[in-house]
């Protein structure tokens, strides 16, 4: 099963930057995930099973992230938090929309993810934390 990693860089009000890696380290995406309480995303630090299945909302095939106690975990494009209920935004750069972070380019970064991991029908996710956290 082929292994990919989210590495968070920072955790603002604004959301959880990080970057996704291939299992050998190769950077593939940014990521953005929604924070909540405590400035924390739903997905904490650990490995996780991911399943094909369609995004309904989105109209194409993506991964459901298997987190305990939740239901429609997902990766799939987004530029802002605010696109995001606690799953796995996907793009290609960090960005600021008048002034408010984010990331850009989301369908290209999207895409290369889906190149490397879409044949696969499960695929297992590591999260971790490098992260400095603000208030």
């Known amino acids: ?36 309480t405590d400035n924390q995303p739903i997905i904490t630090p650990g490995v996780y099973r991911c399943v094909k299945r369609m995004f309904n909302r989105g109209g194409y095939e993506t991964f459901g992230i298997m987190v305990d106690g939740h239901t429609d975990i997902l990766f799939h494009r987004a530029n802002l938090e605010t696109q995001l209920e606690g799953c796995i935004g996907i793009a290609m750069s960090f960005t600021l929309f008048n002034d408010i972070p984010g990331i850009a380019d989301a369908k290209h970064g999207f895409s290369k993810f889906w190149d490397v991991y879409g044949k696969e ?6 999260v971790a934390n490098f992260a400095l956290i603000a208030a």
Do not use: C, W, Y
């Open 1 to 36: 099963m082929k292994l990919v990693h989210v590495v968070r860089a920072t955790i603002i009000g604004a959301g959880a930057f990080g970057v996704m890696l291939e299992e050998s380290g190769r950077p593939i995406a940014v990521t953005l995930e929604r924070t909540f």
């Open 121 to 126: 029908n499960e695929i297992q996710l590591d």
